[in-house]
């Protein structure tokens, strides 16, 4: 059963617009959540990680926010590049170490075109 | 930055023969990884380790066996390859400690065909 879902399945938008891309899971416990960027044909690289309830974390472009009550995660893109077509991966892990598992979703394919 | 390596980029196998998929880093970090992603599905893993001379199974094993002889090198062997486990395969090694500091570093993957 697939306990990391996430929407759309693909997206395209116009460079320059904004985009958000969406998390829900069902893993626990959820001790932390990560977004990676997986350009094509290339490793995933991680963009931000949030830990506690209601975190929110920005990195540059991105940003990101999770609700642990509903157990829900988005990824905001402000004023996207082509650079920024790729794949974006919720990964959900469920200790606090390197000991627990890593529940990955399938990700959303993002389409940025001039 | 870290630096994970994978050999070779694409692989193509006949059914029935053995595979071996090496990965390498050279950060001396202590846990390693193999993941298999297939269109539609999030990466599952197959094989950890926590050091050289470790390996422990992942969600699905079967079919595969790993090797970390040393801190730098973990290899996924496929002993009788089936098209099933035609892929992407990628390795990614962490250091274990404080999720907010604690990273993952992925290789570039291997695509593997079983013809």
């Known amino acids: 059963k697939t306990q990391v879902e996430q929407s759309p399945q693909s997206l395209v938008v116009r460079q320059g617009e904004n985009c958000v891309l969406q998390?829900?899971?069902?893993?626990?416990?959820?001790?932390?959540l990560r977004w990676f960027k997986q350009d094509t044909g290339k490793g995933l690289v991680s963009l931000t990680v949030l830990v506690h309830e209601n975190d929110k974390t920005s990195n540059g472009r991105y940003s990101a926010t999770l609700d642990k009550d509903a157990k829900h995660s988005t990824l905001h893109i402000t004023a996207t590049l082509l650079d920024d077509t790729a794949t974006y991966i919720c990964v959900v892990g469920d200790r606090g170490s390197a000991l627990g598992r890593l529940h990955f979703g399938a990700g959303t394919q993002l389409i940025v075109i001039p | 930055e870290a630096a994970v390596t994978q050999s070779p980029r694409n692989k193509v196998a006949v059914t029935g023969g053995k595979v071996t998929l090496s990965c390498n880093q050279t950060?001396?970090?202590?846990?390693m990884y193999w993941y298999r992603q297939d269109t539609g599905h999030g990466l599952r893993l197959i094989h950890y380790s926590y050091g050289a001379g470790s390996t422990e199974k992942g969600d699905i094993p079967d079919g595969y066996k790993a090797s970390r002889p040393s801190q730098e090198n973990f290899s996924l062997i496929l002993e009788l390859a089936t098209p099933s486990q035609t892929s992407v395969y990628f390795c990614?090694?962490?250091?274990?400690?404080?999720?907010?500091?604690?990273?993952?570093?992925f290789g570039h993957g291997t695509k593997l065909s079983v013809l």
């Open positions: 998390c829900n899971y069902s893993v626990t416990p959820d001790n932390h």
């Open positions: 990614a090694s962490g250091v274990p400690g404080e999720i907010s500091n604690e990273r993952l570093f």
């Open positions: 950060n001396n970090h202590n846990n």
